[in-house]
């Protein structure tokens, strides 16, 4: 995953005073020789044809950052001093005591330092910060509109490119012996892998791309979710228009429940009639998810094995209904689990959740009947508002 170094910098250089390629060297804190930058592309236009000088003032030793090798040739990322984050302007205990309680938490929103490349020996390497001291020296070249926004889309690519070899998905064209035979130990440790590996990925999309004005789209692109994307291109082209609904009986497919997950999570599947929840501690958005759960169970075909888009929506959508029960259960009642690990799980539960998308979109693709398909789309509708729930709940977390 992503090296992030900005706590190790002691101080550094950025040069793209040559057109087309970038060079620099950061010297890290307790490291004699200062990584030497080669890199192909441009920064974004505030920092295109310009030097960058940057001084940390209170640097740290970091873990693992002596490993960083001195040569990081290879690929330019978004690098600029423009980008803008959103920082709390109160104290942790402050800031805790604010979201218990449900309030507003101040914030301003600041100018950040954000250097990204790809090296060709260590991979994604990321300094974001908003505490340096920075100078810039005067253009040497000027940056249009056009190829700034060129080199942005390059620099897209490059992060999708970087995702691939993270995940590392199998291959969905080859044959696939789990969609008609029960899964054994080792297909399940290899799917346990690949889920844990996809949990990481999303993870660095999220904080890269969460504050963007176009977010979901570039998260989709960037994570490989082609299914997703289309979706959130057909939401956008519906408006503010709901998607049709109809009457829909509760099923019960509890032979679909299956764990994607590694750990134990027979008390986060509880049957929503046998007592298990008090009202009281119920929290209202695992309620909304486990209705959907329930609602798609009765929707999609009985039958479908293991590798089709019908068993990866409702085993998802399981997913994401058990982990926000044992999140956000109690929620009521004065419990407050550790902040920590509500992020934690919120971020699997957007990673199902947008899988889970993408395989309704390919239902509803497939679909002819009316009915059918338009009660497909409003199981997908209402999962776009049970994952915007959560990008505001980590919001007001973070």
Known sequence: MAWRIEDAVAHGEIDNTVEGHTTGRIWLIDRDEPLILSLDGDCWRDLAGTRLRFENPTPR?????DAL????????????????????TVSEEEFHELYQNHQDIPHEWRNTLYLEWFSEINGRVVVETSDYELSISPHEWEMDEDAEEAQKLANLNSMRDFMAQVIRRRDSDGPDREVCEELDEFAWEERLKESDRLTDAYQEVLEKYMEDADSEQKEAFVMGWDGLLDALAER??????????????????????????????DDDFRDPDDGSFDDEEDHPLQMKAQELAMRAMDVIERDAGPGTPSYQLITNLLQVSGKLAGALYGSGSGYQPETGFVLAVLKRCLNWLNEAVG???????????????????????????????IVEMRRQLK
């Not at 030793?61 to 950052?65: L, P």
């Not at 395989?359 to 199981?379: G, N, S, V």
């Open 61 to 65: 030793a970091v873990a693992d950052s």
């Open 69 to 88: 090798d001195v040569d990081q040739a290879g690929i330019i990322g978004d690098m600029t001093a423009s980008r803008k984050n959103k920082v709390p």
């Open 236 to 265: 956008d082209e519906a408006g503010e228009e709901d998607f049709p609904s109809g009457e829909l009986s509760y099923g019960a497919m509890e032979d679909m429940a299956l764990d994607f997950d590694e750990e134990d999570d």
């Open 359 to 389: 395989a309704c979109q390919k239902l509803t693709e497939l679909e002819r009947d009316p009915a059918q398909k338009a009660a497909l789309e409003h199981i997908r509708s209402s999962m776009f508002e049970i994952r915007d729930s």
